[in-house]
């Protein structure tokens, strides 16, 4: 009970302060700092989108553990959710985890099916995971080229 508190309470001070950022930019910039509080926006959806994971997964075994504590059998469907929620935790964060890079390539490959985005986006987060990069915004003419040449230099030099 104590981590969903402390998960519920970091979520809203989070939520709170890029909210307070947002409004501060507004006045001190003007219409002039969208972008920025567009990014603000989406650091805050994804905050609240992993702890909704954790709320979302971890609910049904904190409240089973709670029925059984008191003396109470918790009904089957209880535990259907829980063994359905639980096992999906990471596939939840790998999602979320790929959405930012998901949602970028969408919007530059609008042409595209969704699944030709979805795997873009995980060979992108994937290379630049191995590359160390945090962060990176390239054109698919420039993405391929550097995924050929990334290729090139795993390759020791003779």
Request: proline share 3%.
């Amino acid at each position: 009970i104590f981590s969903f508190v402390v998960i519920i309470a970091s979520m809203s001070i989070i939520y709170f302060h890029i909210q307070n950022n947002i409004k501060k930019m507004r006045e001190r910039y003007g219409e002039s700092s969208v972008i920025n509080s567009r990014q603000l926006q989406e650091v805050g959806k994804q905050a609240f989108l992993y702890v909704s994971a954790f709320m979302i997964t971890f609910i049904w075994p904190m409240s089973i553990t709670i029925e059984r504590q008191i003396g109470i059998t918790p009904p089957i469907w209880q535990n259907a959710l829980f063994s359905f929620f639980f096992t999906l935790q990471g596939f939840w964060n790998f999602i979320i985890f790929i959405r930012p890079m998901y949602r970028q390539l969408r919007r530059e490959n609008k042409e595209n099916s969704f699944f030709w985005v979805l795997r873009a986006a995980i060979r992108k987060e994937a290379t630049m995971m191995r590359s160390g990069q945090i962060t990176g915004r390239t054109s698919r003419t420039s993405r391929d080229t550097n995924a050929s040449t990334s290729r090139g230099s795993l390759q020791h030099p003779h």
